[in-house]
């Protein structure tokens, strides 16, 4: 699985490493070392993957996602330096679909690289798409429609519905949901899943506080409803 991957990284040395990890698996890579030229990069040339440290002169990577999810659904494995919890769900927030804290393993940073490049490549959980209530997931195209209009999803957020379209009304933990979208192996907490359904309601639910497609069992996790409850007119399920 070759791919060519932007390595966004202000400090010589750990670019270097992350290049010539990626090199040895058989990607092509180019590095940058400013957010700004990670902007004009991924635009230039428009990568499978982007590797984003968040501190970086000219440009925050915090905020070279929140530009490129304006243009892109390129999938963000962001590389940080600060341990809370709130920053890094932050980023998840923005449309990132991964972080790693530094230190970092280079052998973790390579597994992770692989799920996400994976995952992104339409290695998806079924073949069978969901249609139910206005909302239509198709894996083999990787799309999502609502009511007749397309819904732009960042890979995590795809993966987690469509890991749920191919068994609907099935109950899913989160710690599920979160080895669906980041692997098993993840160190990542389950906050994170919380994090993706809350975006993920904002793109296809009438009221987000009040889901009806995709909903919470409480004490347990969530699920997506094949048939949703028609909503009257205060809003609420009918």
Known sequence: MCAHVLVAEDEQKQADVVRRYLEREGHTVTVVHDGRAAL???????PDLLVLDVMMPKV??????RILRRETDVPVLLLTARSDED???????????????????????MARVR???????????CDGSFEGGGLVVTPSRHEVGKDGRMIDCTPGEF???????????????????????????????????????????????????RP??????????????????????????A
């Open 87 to 109: 920053d890094l769900l932050l980023g998840l927030d923005l449309g990132a679909d991964d972080y790693m804290t530094k230190p970092y393993s280079p052998r973790e940073l």
């Open 40 to 46: 004009e990069a991924a635009r230039r040339s428009q």
């Open 60 to 65: 925050d990577g915090l905020d070279v996602v």
């Open 115 to 125: 799920t996400l490049l994976r995952r992104t490549r339409n290695d998806l959980p």
């Open 159 to 209: 993966q987690i519905l469509a890991a749920m379209a191919a068994e609907p009304n099935r109950v899913f933990t989160r710690a599920q949901l979160l080895a669906t979208v980041h692997g098993s192996g993840a160190r990542v907490t389950e906050r994170t899943v919380d994090v993706h359904i809350m975006n993920i309601r904002k793109k296809i639910e009438p009221d987000p506080r």
């Open 212 to 237: 009806v497609h995709l909903v919470t069992v409480f004490g347990v996790g969530y699920k997506l409803i094949e048939a949703p409850r028609a909503m009257d007119g205060t809003g609420r399920a």
